[in-house]
């Protein structure tokens, strides 16, 4: 079975600084990667996806990721965070292996401050 | 642009009470599921549904768990008799099926208080 760990549980941040956030999964096999995003009161929503091809995806609101299939990794980046970046960051996976359930990280509280 | 939609927001229930949360999924998509999040803890995959009945199922979605498409625009998630333990934040999802590398949208979710 797959999991996925997400080390940042709390990240504060001032505006402009640069955002990572790390993401690690233990699968054999071919994934489906995620992030989701949860701004405060609102659901989760789709940052960027990463199925095959160009490791480096690119998702909405400058964000983009990485995939690094030798480090089992789908870390997060902003080169420049805004205040209304302050949300709760999910990354997700789920196997390429005819199964849809997602398996979630526990989530990165993220904090800008102006 | 489409939304997957949840009622009730929020539902207090008595222990051992049946509940039944409701969603209204993108109406083109194929693929249903169900997730939560106890308070303090990871997402965690429930069921999924597709044609009509279950494609995919936890170890959490036990006897006391059903779920069902009454209609063509409702899928619901039924609690036969409520626990304690079954607290949590319920979200919903749908997928449109085209092939394994699909995107799941979720709902606002329904927050359950059992007391």
């Known amino acids: 079975a797959q999991s996925v760990s997400q080390h940042n549980h709390h990240v504060i941040l001032s505006e402009a600084a640069s955002l990572e956030l790390g993401c690690n999964y233990s699968?054999?096999?071919?994934?489906?990667l995620f992030w989701y995003v949860q701004y405060p009161g609102q659901h989760l929503q789709l940052l960027l996806k990463?199925?095959?091809?160009?490791?480096l995806v690119k998702g909405i609101k400058g964000f983009e990721a990485e995939f690094i299939k030798s480090k089992f990794s789908f870390n997060l980046r902003k080169p420049s965070v805004q205040w209304s970046d302050t949300a709760e960051y999910f990354c997700?996976?789920?196997?390429?292996?005819?199964?849809?359930?997602?398996?979630f990280g526990s989530g990165t509280r993220l904090q800008v401050q102006p | 642009e489409p939304e997957v939609t949840q009622t009730p927001s929020h539902q207090v229930t008595q222990m051992g009470q049946e509940v039944i949360l409701r969603c209204v999924p993108i109406?083109?998509?194929?693929?249903f599921y169900w997730y939560r999040q106890i308070l303090g803890q990871k997402v965690e995959f429930l069921v999924s549904?597709?044609?009509?009945?279950?494609?995919?199922k936890s170890e959490i979605f036990d006897d006391q768990f059903s779920v069902e498409r009454p209609d063509g625009s409702n899928f619901t998630l039924k609690i036969r008799s409520t626990k304690l333990e079954d607290s949590a934040m319920y979200f919903c999802?749908?997928?449109?099926?085209?092939?394994?590398?699909?995107?799941?949208?979720f709902g606002p979710g329904t927050r359950l208080t059992v007391l």
């Open positions: 999802a749908s997928s449109d099926g085209q092939g394994f590398t699909d995107t799941q949208y």
């Open positions: 699968y054999g096999g071919t994934v489906n």
């Open positions: 990463y199925f095959s091809g160009d490791p």
């Open positions: 997700a996976v789920n196997a390429y292996t005819g199964r849809r359930a997602l398996t």
């Open positions: 109406s083109n998509h194929l693929y």
């Open positions: 549904f597709y044609n009509n009945e279950i494609s995919e």
